[in-house]
């Protein structure tokens, strides 16, 4: 053929033979490539705003939370003495759990509460209650893992008596 001449296709011989437009770059492909990295990081800064906003009902039990003085003294086997005022309880649990409670009561009715809660308790003055710290009248450490139905394996009692009338209890029910 000479060098005007076409083949049956209609293209001349040599032509470099290429389907669709020559030479463009498909745009939308990379975009949308080089958009899925910036996606990612806009998913985790919004993931991150929601666990920070959405934080208050955290789940691991690190914070203190507050509980009804009932079930805190409960957890040790006790039960809530008559006359209790200015009651404050919270519950720390996650590994090991540990109520608090801390409240006032008429002083006359200290030693019969904690007899009828804790008979096995040392009496004030007697063996292991010398080490009860400053400002406290009576305290005691107790063992309650063998009693049927405490769920607590320790019970801290600290009594201080404020006046002729009021007597202030820290109680402490834990588990180590």
């Given at each position: 053929m000479a060098g005007n001449e076409r083949s049956d296709t209609g293209e001349r011989p040599g032509a470099d033979v290429r389907p669709g437009?020559?030479?463009?770059?498909?745009?939308?492909?990379?975009?949308?490539?080089?958009?899925?990295?910036?996606?990612?990081?806009v998913g985790l800064l919004?993931?991150?705003?929601?666990w920070v906003l959405t934080d208050d009902e955290?789940?691991?039990?690190?914070?203190?939370?507050?509980?009804?003085?009932?079930?805190?003294?409960?957890f040790g086997g006790a039960e809530l003495p008559t006359g209790?005022?200015?009651?404050?309880?919270?519950?720390?649990s996650w590994l090991d759990t540990d109520?608090?409670?801390d409240f006032r009561m008429p002083r006359g009715g200290v030693s019969a509460w904690l007899t009828e809660a804790y008979p096995e308790a040392p009496r004030p003055g007697g063996p292991g209650?010398?080490?009860c710290g400053s400002g406290v009248d009576y305290c005691f450490q107790l063992d309650v893992t063998e009693r049927p139905?405490?769920?607590?394996?320790?019970?801290?009692v600290n009594v201080t008596y404020e006046n002729a009338e009021t007597a202030r209890v820290r109680?402490?029910?834990?588990?180590?």
């Open positions: 437009p020559a030479g463009r770059t498909r745009w939308g492909l990379v975009a949308a490539i080089l958009a899925l990295p910036v996606l990612v990081v919004v993931l991150v705003g929601v955290e789940t691991d039990g690190t914070r203190l939370k507050d509980v009804p003085c009932a079930q805190a003294l409960a209790v005022r200015d009651a404050k309880c919270t519950v720390q109520y608090q409670a209650t010398k080490a139905g405490v769920d607590a394996y320790y019970v801290n109680y402490s029910a834990f588990t180590t």
